[in-house]
């Protein structure tokens, strides 16, 4: 047999997303003219972040996951980022940029801790099993967390607003989950735990912990989580900066000379 005499380039990198040829784009395995006339924005993003394309109840619960990340007003620290920076004449890019710096541990990344949380949960109860969870399962696993957060004196991720005692973007996820009848392991789960901190604490569900259940259920794995949340924010922040732009005094400040206490020597 004649071996093959080819040179592979040391510098080469591969990828199974797209492939680009002259006049022809192929992503995962689909003509790209294809997907332009076919598909919709949010199944574009499933295809390129799972490799596949959804199913109906899929796409329109992802839909609805990115849609309620998309705005929450003008309070986020990235939203407030962005429109300082862009005050200040920078462009577009930079104030978006800003933005996304501004997610950390205390805005934005609650969703991969709560996805972590539940599917550690469930993925070690399906471990010992071969048959399905029941809904008695699911309930003592939330016992199981609500006590083991309630003796450590913690928050459980994914409860709980600073705004709202009752997050009507959670409260509305849950809902469509339930008439798509796309009501997985995790979603009953985060629904069983909000019973019984609701119960006790009277806190509830908020996006982060209804979108953790609801994209634990389609798949993803935790570490997608806070990409997720930023392809549904990032129309929002640059609305923000647009608007900053056009309608804002220049040079915005979040403070002036004589709110300023100094306190050294």
Avoid: W
């Avoid at 003509?31 to 972040?49: F, G, P, S, V, W």
């Avoid at 959804?54 to 962005?82: I, R, W, Y």
């Avoid at 973007?169 to 798509?180: F, T």
């Amino acid at each position: 047999m004649q071996k093959n005499n080819f040179h592979v380039n040391e510098h080469s990198l591969t990828t199974t997303i797209s492939n680009v040829e002259p006049n022809n784009l192929t992503t995962r395995g689909y003509n790209q003219q294809d997907l332009i006339e076919k598909i919709r924005y949010a199944d574009m993003i499933y295809l390129l972040l799972k490799g596949r394309l959804p199913s109906v109840k899929e796409s329109k619960m992802f839909n609805h996951v990115l849609v309620s990340f998309c705005d929450h007003g003008v309070t986020p620290p990235s939203t407030q980022t962005a429109r300082i920076i862009a005050s200040s004449g920078s462009p577009l890019n930079s104030a978006v940029a800003g933005a996304l710096l501004s997610f950390g541990h205390k805005h934005a990344g609650a969703i991969e801790k709560t996805m972590e949380l539940y599917q550690s949960k469930i993925n070690s109860l399906i471990l010992t099993q071969d048959s399905e969870l029941d809904n008695k399962q699911i309930a003592g696993l939330a016992i199981e967390i609500y006590n083991d957060y309630f003796s450590k004196k913690d928050k459980i991720p994914g409860f709980g607003h600073r705004y709202h005692t009752a997050d009507p973007r959670a409260e509305q996820l849950i809902k469509m989950a339930i008439k798509e009848g796309f009501v997985g392991p995790h979603i009953k789960l985060a629904i069983a735990i909000e019973d019984l901190v609701h119960q006790n604490k009277g806190i509830k569900l908020n996006v982060d912990g209804a979108n953790a259940a609801i994209l634990s259920d389609l798949g993803f794995t935790p570490d997608l989580g806070l990409g997720v949340f930023i392809i549904g924010r990032v129309p929002g922040i640059i609305a923000h900066i647009h608007e900053e732009k056009m309608d804002e005094d220049e040079f915005r400040r979040f403070c002036d000379l004589n709110d300023v206490v100094y306190g050294g020597r």
